[in-house]
């Protein structure tokens, strides 16, 4: 079983930054890619970024340029630093990782972005 645990969200302010992290822990084997999504009420799951082994890394375009994720292997941690914050980035958080056995998911993290 793998459990990830998600941190790092919270209240900011437009403009401001937050950095998520997603610790990955339990029998991991060959991950093929983490990454998060986000889910806000009345909308529609939206893929933020994704590291996939052997492929480029994925920015949805709304956060192109905004948004970094990075992932730490020795540590199975993954995270997301969102810089210029907006209104429209207020979603729940979801970490995802998918390695050879299946495909897990975390609980997510609030991120409010609002004065």
């Known amino acids: 079983q793998v459990q990830l645990v998600e941190s790092g969200g919270g209240l900011v302010q437009p403009g401001g930054s937050l950095k998520l992290s997603c610790a990955a822990s339990?029998?991991?084997?060959?991950?093929?890619?983490m990454g998060w999504y986000r889910q806000a009420p009345g909308k529609q799951g939206e893929l933020v970024a994704q590291?996939?082994?052997?492929?480029?890394?994925y920015y949805a375009e709304s956060v192109k340029g905004r948004f970094n994720i990075s992932r730490d292997n020795a540590k199975n941690t993954v995270y997301l630093q969102m810089n210029s914050l907006k209104p429209e980035d207020t979603s729940v958080y979801y970490c995802?990782?998918?390695?050879?056995?299946?495909?897990?998911w975390g609980q997510g993290t609030q991120v409010t972005v609002s004065s």
């Open positions: 590291i996939t082994s052997g492929n480029p890394t």
């Open positions: 995802r990782l998918v390695d050879s056995r299946g495909d897990y």
């Open positions: 339990g029998s991991i084997f060959s991950i093929n890619a």
